[in-house]
């Protein structure tokens, strides 16, 4: 079996065969957990680099286990249900989520999707004690540890999710330079992604929310000819 571990966290014994079975043709060694609460104790458990959670499961609301495996957990986090208002949608990326997928899906999909995830270099250990060391100086009190997600802002920590401290490091990378959707998921996912406008603007959306809370109230990313973003320091 591999050594790269996923979770499963779905109360539909047929849909977790499915998923697993995806998982594993993509290289990953699943476990999977019928409840939110045996979900939350495997990921402790085992430290997978993959989460697929269904919104609906009969203990606890997907939205309240993701929230619960981003207090100890870097692990991508594919939210799944057949809940498709946009609000929800809204609120598992809000809460750490890297990406959402509606139900019905195809395996097709749901490969594409999970390549995609595991393009992206998270954890700390791919990459080593020295690139863990690496800070950014985007200006305006504002500091960046990519690969441990940290973001600092005058000397304060601000809560962002894993995806949104990626987004904010690619943007800070080139600060006051424009970049188009498609440059910065090639930065952040590593490729092609499916809805990607969407997951950009959602989680741009969200820094801008999240560093208007922790500084001076103004905006640190303009929107750029309504196609691009750009990081402007204050």
Same mark, same amino acid.
């Given at each position: 079996?591999?050594?790269?571990?996923?979770?499963?966290?779905?109360?539909?014994?047929?849909?977790?065969?499915?998923?697993?079975?995806?998982?594993?043709?993509?290289?990953?060694? &699943?476990?999977?957990?019928?409840?939110?609460?045996?979900?939350?104790?495997?990921?402790?458990?085992?430290?997978?680099?993959?989460?697929?959670?269904?919104?609906?499961?009969?203990?606890?609301?997907?939205?309240?286990?993701?929230?619960?495996?981003?207090?100890?957990?870097?692990?991508?986090?594919?939210?799944?249900?057949?809940?498709?208002?946009?609000?929800?949608?809204?609120?598992?990326?809000?809460?750490?989520?890297?990406?959402?997928?509606?139900?019905?899906?195809?395996?097709?999909?749901?490969? %594409?999707?999970?390549?995609?995830?595991?393009?992206?270099?998270?954890?700390? %250990? %791919?990459?080593?004690?020295?690139?863990?060391?690496?800070?950014?100086? #985007?200006?305006?009190?504002?500091?960046?540890?990519?690969?441990?997600?940290? %973001?600092?802002?005058?000397?304060? &920590?601000?809560?962002?999710?894993?995806?949104?401290?990626?987004?904010?490091?690619?943007?800070?990378?080139?600060?006051?330079? &424009?970049?188009?959707?498609?440059?910065?998921? #090639?930065?952040?996912?590593?490729?092609?992604?499916?809805?990607?406008?969407?997951?950009?603007?959602?989680?741009?959306?969200?820094?801008?929310?999240?560093?208007?809370?922790?500084?001076?109230?103004?905006?640190?990313?303009?929107?750029?000819?309504?196609?691009?973003?750009?990081?402007? &320091?204050?």
């Amino acid at each position: 079996m591999s050594g790269r571990r996923a979770v499963v966290v779905e109360d539909d014994e047929d849909l977790r065969d499915l998923i697993e079975h995806v998982l594993s043709s993509a290289g990953l060694d &699943p476990a999977g957990a019928e409840t939110g609460e045996d979900g939350v104790r495997l990921v402790r458990e085992i430290e997978p680099e993959l989460v697929t959670l269904d919104v609906q499961l009969p203990d606890l609301l997907g939205t309240e286990v993701c929230r619960r495996l981003r207090e100890f957990s870097d692990a991508y986090v594919m939210m799944i249900t057949t809940r498709t208002d946009e609000v929800d949608r809204l609120l598992a990326l809000d809460l750490g989520a890297d990406d959402y997928l509606a139900k019905p899906f195809s395996p097709k999909e749901l490969s %594409a999707r999970v390549a995609a995830l595991l393009r992206r270099p998270r954890m700390a %250990a %791919a990459h080593g004690a020295e690139a863990e060391e690496i800070v950014l100086q #985007a200006g305006g009190g504002l500091v960046l540890v990519p690969v441990r997600h940290v %973001a600092m802002l005058n000397g304060e &920590p601000v809560p962002l999710t894993p995806t949104e401290v990626d987004l904010l490091a690619a943007l800070a990378r080139a600060p006051g330079e &424009p970049q188009d959707r498609a440059a910065l998921v #090639a930065a952040v996912w590593g490729g092609d992604f499916i809805e990607s406008d969407f997951l950009i603007d959602v989680h741009v959306a969200s820094l801008r929310r999240k560093l208007r809370r922790a500084g001076s109230g103004a905006d640190w990313i303009r929107t750029v000819a309504g196609t691009a973003y750009a990081l402007t &320091p204050q």
